[in-house]
């Protein structure tokens, strides 16, 4: 019998400082077959992951997302055509809501995909978290939606300095005082429009936890972690595998009530017994070659599940292991470059 | 099981909490403290056991027995 290989495409290949995805969910996708096609679906021709070949076979550039799904799905089709597309893995926040929306036509033009649906993801708009966080059981810092300077200086009246400032669904600010808040909200409000939240800080150590969501209830494997360093924007940067059994025992219960389908990370402050819900993202977070390393390869767990294959749904590892980032060096030609600009893919 | 039995110490001090991910350098007579703390034993058999290793006043030795887990409760690492 010959063995079909399988051509995932991936986004979120620009392994920078502020790292995607991407590049861990291809590496984790290599390193438990080979024989598996990954295609970088890129939005800048100087994406690391577009000179990766160690990793991504062949890349593409994409049109933004503000552009519409119907430029990112002729994309698709395209490189269906060309190279043969099984199934895509939409790694960045600024694309999910398209692939979400239109995943029922991807599926059509037989491109697989792995996503959870719209209700689940309206569930991780931040004016939600409260609601969800309550049905869980754990807390959710008092949080304002504001729409203007004046709504904010009353928010901040209550929950006080140091207050954190952020968007519905990006950016976060710690803020010390007034000027410093209307700042951010100015900035935020420009980059990413209303409403504004004025959040409580909380104490804590950020833990979080990485895992797939079979769409019916169970998941496909957790594994929980503890961030040690961050970049400047808070990403995560070395961490520790934790055991946390409370906090695993939520993201079960996160998947089992909301029959949560794909890979999602939840991003939880803990002070003692105490846990609080920051964040819920609908995607694998840049650290997912952590979990993999660890025994719990989520993507390739996915994607077996997704061809209808048997799968280990096991959440055993090892806590007390340390994820070391480090940035390295490749050269290329510029003509590589070119090749990219030009023909809007790379030579692969 | 509190959060010290679980704990994982090496000899030169290192001590790691596997389910916060937090990490303490210990020094030696925490070390002996923590892994007598781990297999059960009381404030006042801990204190003993240090008086004997260090030949000190047994008193003296519980006080600081006491004031040590008095630590560990404020990290919340015992009950």
Known sequence: MIKKEL???????????????????????????????????SYDIQDPGNYMGFVIDKSYILP??????????????????QSGLDMVIPNLDAELPL?????????????????PTQAQFDL???????????????????????????????????????????????KAYIVQNLPDAILRFTQIANEWGYPILVQELVNGEELNVVGVGDGEGGTLGLVAAKKMTTTALGKFWNGVSIGHEQLLAIAE???KQTSWKGPFELECMVDGDQIYMIEINPRFPAWVYFATALGINLPKRMVDFVQGK???????????KMMIRYTYETIADVSDLSHLATQGESRG | MSRVEMMAINDTGFAFD????????????????IKALKVGKSEREIAEALSELYDVEALDSLTD??????????????D
């Open chain 1, 99 to 115: 692939y979400i929306r239109y995943q029922a036509e991807l599926a059509q033009d037989g491109i697989k995909s792995f996503l």
């Open chain 1, 124 to 170: 991780r708009a931040k004016e939600h978290l409260k609601a969800v966080s309550d049905n869980l059981g754990i807390s959710y810092p008092q949080t304002h939606k504001v729409f203007s300077i004046d709504d904010m200086r009353k928010a901040l009246k209550i929950v006080d300095f140091p207050a954190v400032v952020k968007g519905n669904y990006y």
């Open chain 1, 253 to 255: 219960k996160f998947v």
């Open chain 2, 18 to 33: 596997p389910m916060s991910g937090e990490s303490f350098t210990l020094n030696e007579t925490a070390v002996e403290i």
């Open chain 1, 7 to 41: 051509k995932i495409a991936l986004s979120g290949i620009n392994d920078t400082d502020n790292p995607g995805p991407g590049i861990g969910v291809a590496r984790s996708l290599k390193d438990s077959d080979t024989s598996i096609t990954t295609i970088g679906l």
């Open chain 2, 65 to 78: 027995v006491l004031d040590f887990i008095k630590q560990l409760k404020s990290f919340r690492l015992v």
């Open chain 1, 310 to 320: 048997e799968i280990d749904r096991s959440s055993e590892y090892a806590a007390g």
């Open chain 1, 64 to 81: 933004y997302p503000n552009k519409g799904w119907e430029a990112i799905s002729l994309h698709l089709k395209k490189i269906k055509e």
